[in-house]
């Protein structure tokens, strides 16, 4: 009841302030706007600087036979067709069109598609005449090669001895939205901790910690604190992580693809939750335990910031290299280490073939170390905090009666 108490008050006091609901709110209204205005901004900018479109049409010579007339565009300006570049260049000197493409009989071989002009037309126009002639040589490719080039080569990396494959470049997906994820979630878990860290901090300055500590045992108020200051951590998350579901859906409905449901099936999504929720609880254990130590604020977040810039490394060596070894002795280990394992052994698991004892034993670990973590803490506050008398053990005894013949000795002399 005691702990329940703590966690209440700790969570509602917090919640209920000004700069968390400002900074909770604010934080994904300024990520969203950030980039619409900018991108209005850089838009309007471009639009000023660039010519206006030349509203002449274009001509256009097909001697390869590709393009079929009825399905020329019209937007941003209109195609006329001629049988031989004079005709065109002589309709190009009056002025009836702005420019020309000459597409030559050559053109299977070669490639190219010559433009003819006075001043160059707008890159729109560029655009819808090599978009027209795209979408027309597909129609003339059978679908079955088609999409053999569409798909592109799928390379495989296998060891000498021809074992199964490592990694896989259709693996890149999954690696990538990994990375995404865990970049963003331990970014947002930055954030929180830091709450962690400057209210244990500051009560550990001004002595409340002390003040409470007569009335309920360090394990009660460790306890209570803490979760109740990991459910505030946790409540921004959720709300950060609604607005980007918001986004998900929203870019999933205007460009077609189903992000969400990709993610709810994939099939180490309760892996992946279980690690980073174990990865973000040892965040604010560290937090809390700095806070403890009462270590200077600016320290506190300068701690922060290279633990920050130590995950950026640890992602960059996770996406890059560990694909492709996979097994080595350094990518077992940090994926058993409980602070790299979240990154290092869910890379592992999407792109090879990860022992079950090996994900067991991570698991383990992690939370593992989450258990003893609080209990750690409850020693940092008896320690840093809480004035206690030593237990009564035979190393203790010694220790205090050589102490108290050492001040008879002084007195004697």
Partial sequence: MRILTIFWREYWSNITRRSYLIFTFGFPLFVIALPVV????????????????????????????????????????????????????????????????????????????????????????????????????????????????????????QGISGESAAFAENNLLESIMVVVIIYFVRLAGSFTASYMFDTIANESQDRTLEILITTVTPLQLVAGKFLGLLAVGLTQLGMWLGALLILTLGAGYFFGVNLLSYLLGWEHLGLMLSALAATYILDHILAAGMGLKRISSGSGHLLFNSANMLMTVILLYAFYFLPRNPDTFLAVAASLFPLTAAVVLLIRIVTSEVPLWQVILSQLLMWGTVIGGVFWLRRLLEANLVAHAEPMTWPVLFKNGIAGLKRLVIRAK
Wanted: glycine fraction near 6%.
């Fill in 38 to 157: 900018g991108g209005i901004a850089l838009a309007l900018v471009l639009q000023t600087l660039l010519p206006a479109t030349d509203p002449r049409p274009i001509g256009l010579i097909d001697q390869a036979a590709l393009l079929s007339p009825a399905n020329r565009p019209n937007n941003p300006v209109d195609i006329v067709f001629f049988d031989n570049p004079a005709i065109a260049a002589q309709s190009l000197a009056d002025g009836d069109i702005q420019a020309y493409y000459h597409i030559p009989s050559d053109y299977w071989q070669s490639g190219q598609v010559i433009i003819t002009y006075q001043t160059a037309p707008a890159s729109q126009v560029d655009k819808m005449v090599t978009n027209w002639l795209e979408a027309e040589i597909r129609g003339k490719i059978p679908s079955s090669v088609l999409a053999r080039v569409d798909a592109g080569p799928i390379i495989t990396h």
